[in-house]
């Protein structure tokens, strides 16, 4: 059932009745001036249950309320829903009031953002306008991230999840931690990428997941689990692709938090039941599940980065890099590039110093925006030069200079490659300065 808590500060009507009754005309600084009533203003908060499973945050007296003419892009007056005045002077004209939980950042734990925007309305001369309800929503995106329990019999204390969306926004998750994290959503960025690292049963994991299409107001839950036997430490993983280690599965929901649907729990996702489900790990003695690529299962193409020299899970040092040279990530698509999104995590390059050669810390050679610039001064292959092709080669040769001011740097370089039929390939490779 939909619930809504409803938040209104008593109408001022001593202050109306002698606003009327004394002046007929309200005149300010020589110039005829209309009123709005902000204590007519109700704050509603739609579906909050569903987003932080408590009551206790529903007090909205610290939201922030912000009066906007039309056609201005910043607010004419602003105030906190507790504390504001009765009755306001503004200038004849049309405006709208927006209400919001608190200043939104990129990534914050267990804070939803709630916002919500008036009907427009008209200030006249020698009037008061009343403002009535505005009805907050769920504007930002959740992120939960669940252990499957037989994942969590074989896993390292060193096991994580990093979840990076709207391009800078990161938090990373930990297998003792129950928080939820909440991420702000901007125009044009609709991808997720989580990122787990750590030992399973003796194997080091190092792999990315791309979920596009993310948008505020949803839930994404990506559970991580294993199926059937784990293989013991050292033993063949069981893997289609040999070297590719454990599979663990992921899964997610997507709920639109702001619709009409009864408020969901938050079980670990049944591996069994769950849609786009790897494939269980074979276990000892059992056929392979999946046939790999080739002319009995022509459904499946041949999707990998055979030929690059940065090669995956490998490390490589300054000192000896003369070994991956020319530097350069081959992938072989022939469904056709979709998305080649890259993340550069480095203790050297920052945000800034990125920014100051062209690019970012995350970015989509093929959709670069305004990126391009930068990407095509290094060489990389960018919008119409990669996407839907069947083959492109991202060349870093010129990149790695920029590592060699880092003494003592580490950077880890993630390609996530999605084909036009949804299959993800991911490759990493990181370069050690000395």
């Known amino acids: 059932m939909k619930m809504k808590y409803i938040y209104k500060v008593a ?42 499973n408590s009551r206790a945050v529903t007090d909205v007296s610290a939201y922030k309320v912000d009066v906007y003419r039309v056609g201005e892009v910043s607010p004419v007056e602003s105030y906190v829903y507790g504390s504001m005045p009765g009755i306001v002077t503004l200038a004849p004209g049309d405006y709208y009031v927006n209400v919001r939980s608190h200043e939104i950042q990129k990534a914050e734990w267990d804070r939803p953002y709630f916002e919500g925007t008036s009907e427009q309305f008209t200030i006249a001369a020698d009037k008061i306008t009343e403002v009535g309800a505005v009805k907050c929503t769920f504007s930002s995106l959740k992120v939960s991230v669940y252990f499957g329990e037989k994942l969590r019999a074989k896993m390292g204390n060193d096991v994580s999840v990093t979840v990076v969306a709207n391009d800078e926004g990161k938090l990373t998750y930990t297998p003792d931690d129950s928080r939820a994290g909440y991420f702000a959503t901007i125009e044009g960025s609709t991808t997720l990428v ?29 559970t991580f689990e294993v199926g059937a036997e784990v293989p013991v430490p050292d033993a063949p993983s069981g893997s289609i692709n040999p070297g590719d280690g454990i599979k663990v599965d992921i899964s997610y929901v997507d709920e639109d938090l702001n619709a009409e649907v009864d408020p969901g729990n938050e079980e670990v996702i049944d591996p069994g039941e769950t849609p786009g489900k790897l494939p269980d790990l074979p276990g000892e003695g059992d056929d392979p599940i999946v046939t790999p690529p080739g002319p009995d299962n022509p459904e499946e193409p041949a999707f990998d980065f055979a030929g ?66 930068g990407l095509e001064g290094l060489g990389f292959p960018c919008g119409e030069n990669i996407v839907n092709k069947s083959t492109a080669e991202v060349n870093v040769t010129d990149f790695m200079p920029l590592l060699g001011a880092g003494a003592g740097s580490t950077s880890k370089f993630t390609f996530t490659i999605t084909d036009n039929k949804g299959n993800v390939k991911v490759t990493t490779f990181t370069i050690k300065v000395a």
């Open 11 to 52: 109408l001022l009507l001593p202050a109306l009745v002698g606003l009327s009754a004394c002046n007929e005309e309200m005149e300010l600084s020589g110039a005829k001036q209309g009123g709005l009533n902000l204590s007519s203003l109700g704050v509603e908060v739609s579906n909050i249950e569903k987003v932080v």
């Open 194 to 222: 989580a990122t787990f690292t750590g030992t399973v049963n003796g194997h080091f994991e190092n792999f990315s997941r791309t979920y596009t299409d993310v948008a505020a107001g949803q839930h994404r839950k990506i």
């Open 308 to 373: 690059s020299t940065l090669e995956d899970g490998k490390t490589y040092m300054n000192t000896d890099f003369d070994e991956a040279k020319p530097a350069k990530v081959i992938i072989n698509c022939p469904e056709g590039i979709a998305k080649a999104d890259v993340i550069i995590d480095s203790d050297f390059l920052t945000a800034e110093e990125l920014e100051g050669v062209g690019l970012a810390k995350t970015f989509d050679l093929c959709d670069p925006k305004d990126l391009r610039d």
